[in-house]
């Protein structure tokens, strides 16, 4: 069973075709995996709203009528 050579976990999907591809799921990673060799590893950095917290709502900036003196 192939590990993700990134992370090391096991939660790894392999596709089966002329260039087999692999997956991590723990990390994102890809690669291909040609027997027990491991060539064109990439590590996907995708945009991670985890862990960002609540959106703050911004002040609104009111603009106050002001009676002018003219």
């Known amino acids: 069973m192939p590990r993700c050579p990134l992370c090391g976990s096991s939660h ?3 596709l089966d075709s002329l260039h087999p591809q692999a997956f991590c799921a723990s990390c994102g ?3 291909i ?3 027990r060799q491991q ?3 990439k590590q996907v950095h995708e945009p991670s709203f985890i862990g960002l917290g609540p959106r ?3 002040p609104r900036l ?3 009528q002001q009676d002018w003196p003219w």
């Open 12 to 14: 790894v999907t392999v």
């Open 29 to 31: 990673a890809r690669w």
């Open 33 to 35: 995996q040609d027997g």
């Open 39 to 41: 060539r064109a590893i």
């Open 56 to 58: 703050r709502a911004q």
């Open 62 to 64: 009111h603009r106050q």
